[in-house]
């Protein structure tokens, strides 16, 4: 089935620096989301990427939907406590349809004051 | 907007019991709900996929008959594990996505089997 390479598995940061994760695939996929889990809840969704090469913003959050299709990464600015928890990325395999998300391994971001 | 709610947030049930766990989209109509399973320090994986009417569509490895889903309205599906056992202990986590595109998760049902 689809596979979702999510790098970094974690990163150890101080407050106030900027964050980069991404995702690759070997395959395509028409839509890629970036979630953020806190301990014992549902994702939230953070930001969705419906096209090739769209960039996306969201407060401090920034989002790029790779142009081959194969690829997304989130850019987190000047990073603040509450940013601490698990990012995942998901991405849904072609058409369009009401297919399930496929999710990245995820990324645990710990931040230290 | 886009709220979906899962009851019972946590449940600990004894080996051999049945449990049931709904999951309700709030304020939008669910033409498609999803259901996850996340184990501790693990990503969410697919288990079925549920329109409201049909049956379940499930992923590969995961028994139909052991995980039964009924998604009756378009506002409710509901997950119910049959004859669970200590190894089904998991976080459960259901996803509703109506017209839009987006597709918005629940809150988690932890499950613990004795």
């Known amino acids: 089935g689809q596979q979702l390479n999510q790098s970094p598995q974690s990163m150890f940061i101080q407050e106030g620096e900027d964050v980069s994760m991404n995702c690759t695939s070997s395959?395509?996929?028409?839509?890629w989301l970036w979630y953020k889990q806190d301990p014992g809840e549902g994702p939230v969704l953070l930001i969705a990427?419906?096209?090739?090469?769209e960039l996306t913003s969201n407060g401090r959050l920034t989002a790029q939907f790779g142009i081959t299709r194969k690829d997304s990464f989130l850019n987190i600015s000047a990073s603040i406590p509450s940013d601490v928890g698990i990012y995942f990325c998901a991405g849904r395999p072609g058409g369009g349809g009401a297919d399930g998300l496929t999710f990245g391994k995820g990324t645990h971001l710990i931040i230290q004051p | 907007g886009a709220v979906v709610s899962q009851h019972p947030s946590r449940v600990i049930c004894k080996s051999g019991t049945s449990v049931k766990i709904e999951c309700r989209s709030l304020d939008f109509q669910a033409t498609t709900m999803f259901w996850y399973r996340q184990f501790p320090k693990q990503s969410l994986m697919l288990m079925a996929t549920s329109n409201e009417g049909s049956k379940a569509t499930y992923e590969q490895g995961v028994e139909k008959d052991k995980f039964l889903i009924n998604h009756a309205s378009l506002t409710l599906s509901t997950l119910t594990v049959t004859s669970a056992h200590p190894e089904d202990s998991s976080f459960y986590i259901c996803s509703a996505r109506g017209l839009a595109l987006g597709q918005f998760f629940g809150p988690g049902t932890r499950l613990t089997v004795l």
């Open positions: 395959s395509i996929f028409n839509t």
């Open positions: 990427l419906y096209k090739a090469g």
